[in-house]
């Protein structure tokens, strides 16, 4: 069946390192896939999306490759602040129809001082 | 842009009691999609409307679970009778008529539902 996968353990960082966090999918070649932040008691607000023809994506200081061959993208926080703490969702549609949006489990992030 | 209501922000029942959540998405976006949110599961959609109308209802799980939108800028989630296994945090997000593709999904901030 189709997954997404992300590490379900915290990822704790100091602040000014940059953060990487993984997503993995399996089976299905996604046309695009999307980055969501996700905050206590919030909903997820969109970040990034980057298409199957694009190898990397950037917006200030976040970036997101997509390797369709290893079926992974990877989202980078550089220069990371503690006002970056938070989940972190990949999501993507696993149909092929184009509307559909499954989101892996996320990521928890905490910047530390 | 007031972005996607979602109400109540809090939802706590009693085991068999009909619940009812609503929705107002962006105005202007044609797709709305209702999502619920466990730990063990994380985020899950359970039907998404185009144009009012519903598109795919595959992910609702059981027949408990009905979903409405009368018009452009209202919808509704009624679970009926709720069973503890449905408290979870409950996101409504909208999108523009481009798709997901093209337009990301604006959410709400959820409703969390207790069923005691």
């Known amino acids: 069946s189709q997954k997404i996968e992300q590490n379900s353990e915290a990822l704790n960082i100091q602040e000014g390192k940059t953060a990487t966090l993984t997503c993995n999918y399996t089976?299905?070649?996604?046309?695009?896939l999307q980055w969501y932040r996700q905050d206590p008691g919030r909903g997820p607000v969109f970040l990034l999306l980057?298409?199957?023809?694009?190898k990397e994506k950037r917006k200030e200081r976040l970036k997101v490759t997509f390797d369709t061959t290893l079926k992974q993208s990877l989202f980078h926080i550089t220069a990371s602040q503690p006002a970056d703490s938070a989940t972190y969702l990949c999501a993507l549609d696993l149909t092929g129809g184009g509307n559909k949006l499954t989101f892996g489990t996320g990521t928890q992030l905490k910047v530390e001082l | 842009d007031a972005g996607v209501i979602q109400s109540p922000r809090h939802e706590v029942t009693e085991m068999g009691q009909e619940v009812t959540l609503r929705c107002k998405p962006i105005s202007g976006h044609d797709y709305l999609f209702w999502y619920r949110q466990t730990m063990m599961r994380g985020l899950e959609l359970l039907i998404y409307?185009?144009?009012?109308?519903?598109?795919?209802d595959s992910g609702m799980p059981e027949d408990r679970f009905s979903a409405k939108m009368p018009n452009a800028s209202f919808s509704t989630l009624k679970i009926q009778p709720s069973e503890p296994r449905d408290s979870a945090v409950y996101f409504c997000?909208?999108?523009?008529?481009?798709?997901?593709?093209?337009?990301?999904?604006?959410f709400g901030n959820g409703t969390r539902l207790t069923v005691t």
């Open positions: 997000a909208s999108s523009l008529a481009k798709g997901v593709l093209n337009s990301p999904l604006h």
């Open positions: 980057i298409r199957e023809n694009e």
């Open positions: 089976n299905y070649s996604p046309a695009y």
């Open positions: 409307f185009n144009n009012n109308v519903p598109i795919d």
